[in-house]
């Protein structure tokens, strides 16, 4: 059974940086993408970035990018959100799940973590 459950988020100022981590279990190869979707109540959710597994290749949405860097440890079936220059506009529930489709496509996500930023 595929799980993902992730860590960090929090409260921080516009402008400020927060780390997000996801620890994956379940899976027999690293043949695999995992990364973050967010959404906000009432709104589409929204495909953040995600990280193949096997070769690092990354992807991010277009509002993110320059400011967000994914990275993973294939070691530890983890990935990482380094979010810095934080806005009003990412506040929301971040879910760490399987990557299936570029940008709309996930699966099995965990929990979630709440990021709220403050203007």
């Known amino acids: 059974q595929v799980q993902f459950v992730e860590s960090g988020g929090g409260l921080v100022h516009f402008g400020g940086s927060l780390t997000l981590s996801c620890v994956a279990s379940g899976f027999t190869s690293d043949r695999y993408a995992m990364g973050w979707f967010r959404q906000v109540p009432g709104k589409e959710r929204e495909g953040v970035a995600c990280?193949?597994?096997?070769?690092?290749?990354?992807y991010y949405r277009d509002s993110v990018k320059g400011r967000f860097t994914i990275s993973r440890d294939k070691n530890r079936n983890m990935a990482y959100l380094i979010m810095n220059n934080l806005k009003p506009e990412d506040t929301a529930v971040y879910y760490c799940a399987q990557c299936l489709e570029w940008p709309t496509v996930f699966d099995s996500w965990g929990r979630g973590t709440q990021v709220t930023v403050s203007s």
């Open positions: 990280i193949a597994m096997t070769d690092g290749e990354a």
